[in-house]
């Protein structure tokens, strides 16, 4: 077995979490497997967490327990904050969680004032899909996630979250000159991909993205005419991952 061990979110339902794992893009020998209930020992193994929305009630107490095996290092890996507005006024202060501080090398997704040192955006940016040229066949597309979403109608070109096809997802977000989402992903890759970006938000996952989308009252709303295109942004994801793995190779040589 590998010295280093990834953990994610690896279902077959939900797209952005199936290819948020560092080992896909760089050149990291890891046994990728899944972060809930995870058996693993950890006992002079290196720990990459991420990424995904996992600075959540539910996860953050498996990631707690991993921590718990004392692994040799923990990289937390462009994880992120996602929780809704009623778990904020519930619980109180429930962003960086001290469990974070244990950690050897931390990269959290959100950009919030006093903690951008921390900032790295999510890896899936070196996905080579990102380097091909698409087409533009439509004004707007809706891509939604397939369970939190309240999207009515069928007029526009739809696509689900759930579309378990990298490629596929990739090429129908290239094909529009804007998107409307309600996926955090879906927000992400679409403003990696150079388009105007219209966001239905459940959970503050979506308020921290650096570069701010426009937000809608609900993904069922018209839609304003602005054009928020971000230049440059994928090669600054893509250059945050290229410091970042050296960092994680620095620690764990």
Sequence with gaps: MSKTIEVHRKVHNNVGDYFCNPSRYFSIDADSQELMHNPTPLDNKDLIVGGGG???????????????????????????????????????????????????????????????K?????????????????????????????????YQSNEMPVMKNNKMNFEDVIAFLGSAETVVTDSYHGA?????????VHVASWSVKFDHMKHQPNFLESINSPLPSIKNKIPGFLEECQEYNRNFYQKFRNITS
Aim: glycine residues 6%.
């Design 54 to 116: 996992l600075i959540h009630k539910k996860f953050s107490k498996h990631i707690q327990m991993l921590l718990d095996k004392n692994p040799r290092t923990s990289t937390l890996w462009g994880i992120g904050h996602n929780f809704g507005a009623k778990h904020v006024s519930k619980v109180g202060d429930v962003y960086y969680p001290n469990w974070i501080e244990r950690c050897d090398l931390i990269g959290i997704r959100d950009w919030i004032d006093g903690y951008q």
């Design 118 to 150: 921390w900032y790295l955006p999510c890896v899936s940016c070196m996905h080579p899909c990102f380097s091909f040229d698409y087409d533009v066949r439509h004004d707007t597309v809706y891509f939604i996630h397939a369970f939190k979403t309240k």
């Design 188 to 196: 992400y890759w679409a403003q990696l991909l150079g388009k105007n």
